[in-house]
């Protein structure tokens, strides 16, 4: 480990081309990765990527205790892609901290279609889930036009970011998982979670549900899950705990060598 730590953080959604108009993505605006890039700031030098531009007109070139802030921006799953691959790769800035706060895709738009005809396939079971058979029509353009009825977009799925650490780019240091899910309860969210912190090879899992982003119903947080506990942290306190957390592992590393 360099004597100085750099930290890599991720923050903000990807947005993923429909036509050259249009793109979906999703609610979020990586505040929780700002946060957390301004508090590793107290332990080294921080890269924030992320698809927030107020990020880099506020935040691009500040200084904390003990480091600089940088920005890099990215727009879409290749994008973000291809900056972690420089980053985690390049020879003459190895990386301590990987933190993947950033809401990523899970699928890429694939061509877009008309619906011509739908039709019902019934379950065999009296309670089975049924189907529907389309008959469709690729319209896929530079910006599909406004005239149908109805569309549907494929979607295919985009390999996880957060699995090429330990897989391609070999990383050795503190990994962090973030992850969200909706409409299931605390306790089977820890759950689920350990299990995904486990499949990622990260060491620690940031977890929570949209009802606990949003503190509808539960006090707003998540929960700090790693090989020893499930400890659940107020959001106002995440941040700090989280850069708590690296600290005392990384100077338990220091400490073996």
Not at 8 to 22: F, M, W
Not at 91 to 116: E, K, N
């Amino acid at each position: 480990m360099a004597s100085k730590l750099h930290i890599l953080i991720t923050a903000g959604p990807t947005r993923e081309r429909i036509d050259e108009v249009r793109d979906w993505g999703n609610i979020f605006t990586g505040r929780t990765g700002l946060e957390l890039a301004l508090a590793f700031l107290d332990m080294g030098d921080v890269t924030l990527l992320t698809s927030n531009p107020d990020h880099a007109d506020q935040y691009d070139g500040y200084y904390g205790k003990a480091g600089m802030l940088g920005v890099e921006m990215f727009r879409s799953y290749n994008d973000l892609h291809g900056l972690l691959n420089e980053r985690m790769t390049a020879a003459d800035a190895p990386v301590d901290v990987v933190a993947m706060t950033a809401a990523v895709s899970d699928y890429t738009p694939a061509g877009v279609f008309r619906i011509l005809e739908k039709s019902e396939i019934k379950s065999q079971k009296p309670d089975g889930p049924g189907r529907e058979v389309w008959v469709v029509e690729n319209v896929s353009a530079p910006k599909v036009k406004s005239e149908f009825d109805e569309i549907a977009i494929r979607g295919t799925k985009t390999p996880k970011l957060i699995d090429l650490f330990r897989a391609q780019w070999k990383f050795a240091g503190l990994l962090i998982k973030f992850k969200l899910e909706v409409a299931i309860g605390e306790e089977q969210l820890i759950e689920v979670a350990a299990k995904s912190r486990l499949a990622s090879g990260a060491d620690l899992m940031v977890a929570n549900t949209l009802a606990m982003a949003r503190g509808e119903g539960v006090p707003a947080g998540g929960y700090l899950i790693d090989q020893n506990a499930a400890v659940r942290v107020e959001r106002k306190e995440m941040a700090r705990r989280i850069v708590g957390w690296c600290g005392e592992r990384l100077q338990d590393a220091k400490h073996k060598t």
